[in-house]
């Protein structure tokens, strides 16, 4: 079993910067798929960015050039860096992840965190 935690959100005015932060833990394969998602109040949740083992990333169009996924493996956790943040990025924010061999990315994620949220003002 995979558990995944988030931190990191919180409030801030357009223009400013947040990073988030997961937490992995439990069994982990070396072949994975990890991403960041999100959900604003009356919206279906939407894949912000993907990150697979081999170090592709795929982030939706709405996000280029503002946000930024990275990992640390040796702390087993990935980040979010998330700057000039528009009051529509206001949202859950949720870590996912899929672990196997093959494993498709993006694609059907495995585990996923409660979540951490994120809210811009203008």
């Known amino acids: 079993q995979v558990q995944l935690v988030e931190s990191g959100g919180g409030s801030v005015q357009a223009g400013g910067s947040l990073r988030l932060s997961c937490a992995a833990s439990?069994?982990?394969?070396?072949?994975?798929?990890m991403g960041w998602f999100r959900q604003a109040p009356g919206k279906e949740r939407e894949g912000v960015v993907y990150?697979?083992?081999?170090?592709?990333?795929r982030y939706a169009d709405s996000v280029k050039g503002r946000f930024t996924i990275s990992q640390d493996n040796a702390k087993n956790t990935l980040y979010l860096q998330m700057n000039s943040l528009k009051p529509e990025d206001t949202a859950m924010y949720y870590c996912?992840?899929?672990?196997?061999?093959?494993?498709?990315?993006?694609?059907?994620?495995?585990?996923w965190g409660k979540g951490t949220l994120v809210t811009i003002s203008s």
């Open positions: 996912a992840a899929a672990y196997g061999f093959p494993v498709k990315c993006p694609g059907g994620m495995q585990y």
């Open positions: 439990g069994y982990t394969y070396s072949s994975y798929c």
């Open positions: 990150i697979g083992s081999d170090g592709i990333t």
